[in-house]
């Protein structure tokens, strides 16, 4: 799963005719204009904490943020009009049904009676009451070029000689960088804990590290390694889990422990075939509900209750959560996928969200025939670009709706790569992949703040959380427009977007300068309000 991988290692067209949403009161939207990337914008130096937890929502001309212009969409065209439920698939590590946040918003299948041991609607899936757990009590897996080494019957031998090269580059890469881990950890605690002392609080940020005037030495080499530490956008406390992790990987990948592992055996199916359904449970929060941070987070971002001052908001604010964990610690199987998506489809959903990914995918076909299934059932499907600083119009990054990198099997799935909340040269995200053909759009995916496990709130980032920034702006067009379709939804928010009128940083090289065109297909980044207002009118024609 690319998506969860910490990132320091490494846009109207005219549609065919369609019908407006549910709604009670009457909007003049002839006298609203789209939003346009100002030429000349005061941008703000730092976002203080309300406007950081919230970024993704403000908007680029009021605020000077490259928000998507949600609050404004909601408080000039959405006022007072009511839309219908829109039943959002979330397909990855685990959700946190429980949350406080997201209690109200999770799916609950009616034709399900709880606990009976019953499949009282004959979905092939027992007591499904908010969605179904693929992975069972899986929670670590081999990345895919590991099961490939393993397995070298499940590809090609081209494919088979890539994933060993691969395996071969990470044992390096761990001989190398396991010290380099070790040693950043190691002043990383060190430094904390003297700041820890020197501000007397556990938790601290950035800017009151800065406030820091002491003139003795070691203070002062602690709060410079702070301040580089935070570079990497998050918590010291979440730097030092990600630093240990990537020991741990290094430490197995060196010992050889990374391929002798069988993490699939519990589960009890065969991953190799598809006609293999009868594995998993009922449990969408997982066997431990802390290892659910991401599929939670993702859910907040879509759908967390607005405005109930608890935590942050979520885009959408008449949705329903489905919980579909099929995405573990390690790289998700292709038929895992396959079948979440079938099930997402088959009980409802209108949008699907994926924020995973991968460099191999075996069993691709599986998947190619989900989406277009999805496709059949005009569902949408939301899915992360990747970040691994890549051009995956060159790069392979599953799953994908096209075969060759260059013609869609289907209309149905758009690709989102990630943007920073500053509006200059570093507004795309340095982890972000990109692809002129294979990436659609862009949307805020550094530091979002939103839900994860046990009632907690978290900054995270990545193309992981720009994908259900859209996917939350799609359930909303879908909420209020529920007679567009899946195609002119990806389509409008593809097209309704703001272009971008100057270049910026490739991977974080100020060396490398693009115009966001060159980026994207679209060169756009989404705007809930332009989105709202595109798919009003088309809803007219």
């Given at each position: 799963m690319n998506s969860i991988t910490p990132f320091f290692i490494a846009t109207f067209s005219a549609l065919v005719l369609a019908g407006c949403g549910t709604q009670k009161a009457y909007v003049n939207y002839n006298k609203f204009t789209p939003i346009t990337a100002p030429l000349n914008v005061k941008k703000k130096a730092t976002l203080n904490e309300t406007e950081l937890k919230r970024w993704s929502h403000l908007d680029l001309v009021k605020d000077t943020i490259p928000g998507m212009s949600v609050d404004k969409a909601y408080n000039e065209l959405l006022k007072n009009r009511v839309g219908q439920k829109v039943i959002v698939g979330i397909v990855d590590s685990g959700v946190d049904i429980e949350h406080e946040d997201l209690k109200s918003v999770v799916w609950t299948n009616a034709k399900e009676i709880a606990g009976n041991g019953i499949d009282d609607d004959n979905?092939?899936?027992?007591?499904?009451?908010?969605?179904?757990?693929?992975?069972?009590?899986?929670?670590?897996?081999?990345?895919?070029?590991?099961?490939?080494?393993?397995?070298?019957?499940?590809?090609?031998?081209?494919?088979?000689?890539?994933a060993k090269a691969e395996n071969d580059k990470k044992i390096a890469e761990a001989t190398a960088g396991k010290g380099r881990y070790e040693e950043m950890l190691s002043a990383l605690k060190t430094s904390d804990e003297l700041l820890v002392k020197e501000l007397k609080k556990d938790n601290y940020t950035a800017d009151e590290v800065k406030?820091?005037?002491?003139?003795?030495?070691?203070?002062?080499?602690?709060?410079?390694?702070?301040?580089?530490?935070?570079?990497?956008?998050?918590?010291?406390?979440?730097?030092k889990e990600a630093l240990q992790d990537e020991i741990e990987k290094a430490n197995e990948a060196l010992s050889g422990e990374n391929l002798k592992q069988d993490y699939?055996?519990?589960?009890?199916?065969?991953?190799?075939?598809?006609?293999?359904?009868?594995?998993?449970?009922?449990?969408?929060?997982?066997?431990?509900?802390?290892?659910?941070?991401?599929?939670?987070?993702?859910?907040?971002?879509?759908?967390?209750?607005?405005?109930?001052?608890?935590?942050?908001?979520?885009?959408?604010?008449?949705?329903?959560?489905?919980?579909?964990?099929?995405?573990?610690?390690?790289?998700?199987?292709?038929?895992?996928?396959?079948?979440?998506?079938?099930?997402?489809?088959?009980?409802?959903?209108?949008?699907?969200?994926?924020?995973?990914?991968?460099?191999?995918?075996?069993?691709?076909?599986?998947?190619?025939?989900?989406?277009?299934?999805?496709?059949?059932?005009?569902?949408?499907?939301?899915?992360?670009?990747?970040?691994?600083?890549k051009d995956i119009d060159f790069f392979d990054n599953y799953p994908n709706d096209s075969e060759d990198k260059k013609t869609e099997i289907s209309d149905n799935l758009i690709t989102v790569g990630a943007l920073n909340f500053e509006f200059n040269n570093?507004?795309?995200?340095?982890?972000?992949?990109?692809?002129?053909?294979?990436?659609?759009?862009?949307?805020?995916?550094?530091?979002?703040?939103?839900?994860?496990?046990?009632?907690?709130?978290?900054?995270?980032?990545?193309?992981?959380?720009?994908?259900?920034?859209?996917?939350?702006?799609?359930a909303l067009i879908r909420s209020y427009y529920p007679k567009l379709s899946a195609s002119q939804v990806k389509h409008i928010l593809m097209d309704s977007g703001i272009s971008i009128p100057f270049q910026v940083a490739v991977g974080g090289n100020s060396k490398d300068e693009r115009l966001l065109s060159d980026l994207s297909k679209t060169g756009k980044i989404v705007n809930a309000y332009n989105a709202i207002l595109m798919a009003n009118k088309m809803s007219k024609k």
């Open positions: 979905n092939g899936y027992i007591d499904d009451v908010h969605g179904w757990n693929f992975l069972g009590d899986i929670i670590k897996e081999n990345l895919e070029y590991e099961r490939i080494v393993k397995n070298p019957s499940l590809v090609d031998e081209t494919t088979y000689q890539e406030t820091i005037r002491s003139k003795v030495e070691e203070v002062v080499n602690a709060k410079n390694t702070i301040l580089k530490m935070f570079s990497f956008g998050m918590p010291i406390k979440d730097l699939r055996k519990v589960l009890g199916d065969n991953p190799n075939d598809i006609t293999d359904t009868k594995y998993g449970n009922n449990k969408v929060m997982g066997p431990d509900k802390n290892e659910a941070v991401h599929g939670t987070h993702v859910s907040g971002i879509v759908g967390q209750q607005r405005y109930n001052n608890i935590g942050g908001d979520g885009i959408a604010n008449n949705v329903e959560i489905m919980a579909i964990r099929a995405v573990p610690d390690g790289d998700e199987y292709d038929k895992d996928i396959a079948l979440a998506i079938r099930y997402a489809v088959d009980n409802g959903a209108k949008v699907i969200n994926g924020s995973f990914g991968k460099a191999y995918s075996p069993q691709k076909q599986w998947v190619f025939e989900a989406i277009k299934y999805a496709a059949e059932k005009d569902v949408l499907i939301v899915h992360a670009a990747g970040n691994s600083s570093k507004l795309v995200a340095k982890f972000s992949n990109i692809g002129k053909i294979n990436v659609d759009v862009f949307a805020p995916g550094v530091q979002i703040y939103a839900t994860t496990p046990n009632d907690s709130y978290k900054y995270l980032q990545g193309t992981s959380m720009a994908s259900p920034n859209v996917a939350g702006v799609a």
